[in-house]
């Protein structure tokens, strides 16, 4: 079988999904998410949508007044928490605290992703982006 990156990104995503909206495994719907986030924040764009990273480094910049930062001095809080749940050896944690909005984060991240790439939305990345905002209000 030959995948696309795309095909891959979207089949980790549409699994985080599913397992988000089942309420199971939080640690590894960020896991899934995260890594679809990241994958198709490298593939080529379909609109112009930004990506989460651009997005979230707009912000940054905006509330530090730094117009100098790069993706680089954000990308611990933007991939943080999915290298804590993947590696079992990061020095000094012996467990992760996970929360519904980590979980949503990194979901929502993946789904703009997965729109900027042109993705087609299955029922369970609608649903989830539904109970997401539901949730977040």
Known sequence: MRLSKLDIAIGHLEAACALYLAGHHPATVVL?????????????PANDTPTIGEHMLQVARQM???????????KEDMVGLRN???HATREGEHHV?????DEHRYLLGALLNAFRCGAHFSAAMTEAYVRIADAEG
């Open 32 to 44: 899934l998410a995260g890594t679809a986030e990241d994958m198709l924040r490298a593939l080529p």
């Open 64 to 74: 530090s007044a730094r117009q100098d930062l790069v993706y680089r001095d954000i």
């Open 84 to 86: 804590a749940v993947k």
């Open 97 to 101: 605290d996970l929360f519904p909005v």
